[in-house]
């Protein structure tokens, strides 16, 4: 006997195919060894991947804003603009901020992709090419910056 009431209502082509998100954990790396502009521009990739809400990813773009002026403010103020291991450890600590808060958006939603049969995409490739382009770019802006003072 057909029935109905059986008969699922959600199929799988309702959704719209994304690339798979990147575990929320693994972003630290990239925070770690590219700072805050690139942790924070793919935490915010990976918070549009798992489709989180605007709210999430504001949290996660002004922690990024202010690890970034803080950054920039403690190594061209307080150390005078070297880039000697103590600005490396700034640098470090200001994206591990951004990961910390990319972290706690992330990982409820990530535990439900994963529960749902999910799997996360590989994240060496971007996690490389974003510690070392922005960076670079974190690097130039703080030059810049102690050249103006």
């Known amino acids: 006997m057909a029935d109905d009431l059986f008969t699922p209502t959600i199929t799988p082509a309702a959704y719209a195919e994304r690339r798979p998100p990147w575990r929320p954990g693994s972003l630290v790396y990239p925070a770690v060894f590219g700072g805050a502009l ?3 521009v793919l935490a915010l990739v990976n918070a549009r991947r798992l489709r989180l809400p605007t709210g999430a990813a504001l949290a ?6 202010a690890a970034l002026v803080a950054r920039l403010v403690i190594t061209v103020v307080l150390l005078d603009g070297r880039t000697s291991g103590s600005a490396r450890l700034v640098g470090a600590l200001s994206g591990v901020l951004v990961w910390a808060v990319a972290n706690l958006t992330q990982k409820g939603r990530f535990r439900t992709y994963e529960m749902r049969g999910g799997t996360p995409a590989s994240l060496v490739k971007p996690g490389i090419a ?3 382009g922005l960076g670079i770019i974190e690097a130039v802006l703080i030059v810049v910056a102690a050249a103006l003072r």
């Open 60 to 65: 996660i773009a002004g922690t990024g804003a």
């Open 130 to 132: 974003a510690a070392l």
């Open 38 to 40: 690139a942790a924070t």
